[in-house]
């Protein structure tokens, strides 16, 4: 099999994304939509270079996993034709959704997601904001692909696009798109709705792509009041460092200073975010009442 050499559409990418910015910025200027804050952006495109950064390790470290894998013991052998990168498109896509509504759910892998959501504004510059540690444990759940025999430049590729395309549905400037495409596509309305903390979009929207995931699973919620964006309990710092790790921080204090189990020490690493082994929460018990009764509304 002839293997097509493919660049790191990142990189490429970069030069669009400063134009579209200084665009946005521009815009939000003249309307004076408050939609930006210096110390905000420049956050966020620290926390984007030095994702960018650690990207050529964790990538360098992905491949040799993915590859090896492939190589040994790949279930069948997936060419490089028109046909594959279609089915790859979902097929990534598919996993994505299910890592990002774990990175959600489990607080493992919150803890690296939790950079991209400590933003109180929602922007292009927004999209930059990503982890610096999630590239090197996120990558098991595209593990599969690989064993199925999608070759790991195919898997690395679609990955890159599916980065790219989330770029520009970090935006309020983009109200809707056409209804076929906000039944199928993700789009800047769903994702708004990701970003917020209103009790009824909490943990809602997860798809990179398409959208067609959370309709399926239960998970979509369409954009009707006006989202607040951020944290359940904001971080208050523009700190990159420790907007990288203070979540890990956290995490490993509340799961080994807590006089408890060691069963609820591990559970600090499984449960969703906020959870406590004193059955309390991070969630205010207002915020929390609207919450369950949302769940429970969702269910009958």
Not at 56 to 67: E, R
Not at 230 to 253: C, R, Y
């Amino acid at each position: 099999m002839q293997i097509p050499e493919i660049p790191d559409l990142i990189l490429y990418a970069i030069p669009f994304f400063i134009v579209t910015l200084i665009i946005e910025i521009i815009v939000s200027a003249r309307k004076n939509s408050n939609a930006y804050e210096t110390k905000d952006a420049v956050t966020s495109i620290t926390m984007g270079l030095g994702n960018v950064f650690l990207g050529v390790i964790s990538k360098a470290m992905i491949f040799a996993i993915l590859i090896y894998l492939y190589n040994n013991f790949r279930l069948f052998t997936i060419p490089f034709s028109w046909w594959a990168w279609i089915l790859i498109l979902f097929a990534e896509d598919f996993t994505y959704y299910w890592f990002h509504r774990i990175s959600h759910e489990n607080r493992f892998f919150w803890a690296s997601h939790i950079i991209h959501h400590s933003s109180q504004k929602y922007n292009l510059s927004t999209a930059l904001r990503q982890t610096w540690t999630g590239s090197f444990l996120s990558f098991v759940f595209w593990l599969p692909l690989s064993l199925l025999g999608f070759h790991p430049i195919m898997i690395l590729a679609q990955m890159s696009i599916s980065l790219i395309y989330q770029y520009w549905i970090h935006t309020e400037f983009i109200h809707k798109m056409p209804k076929w495409f906000e039944a199928i596509l993700n789009t800047p309305s769903h994702h708004r709705v990701h970003h917020a903390t209103n009790p009824q979009y909490l943990d809602r929207n997860h798809a990179g792509i398409f959208i067609i995931w959370d309709r399926l699973f239960g998970t979509f919620e369409p954009e009707v009041e006006k989202p607040i964006y951020g944290l359940v309990s904001n971080i208050k710092t523009f700190n990159p460092i420790k907007v990288a790790f203070q979540e890990w921080i956290n995490l490993f204090k509340d799961a080994f200073t807590s006089k408890t189990s060691f069963t609820n020490k591990l559970n600090y690493f499984i449960k969703p975010p906020g959870w406590k082994h004193d059955g309390s929460s991070i969630l205010s018990s207002d915020l929390r009442r609207k919450w369950e009764e949302k769940q429970v509304s969702r269910l009958n």
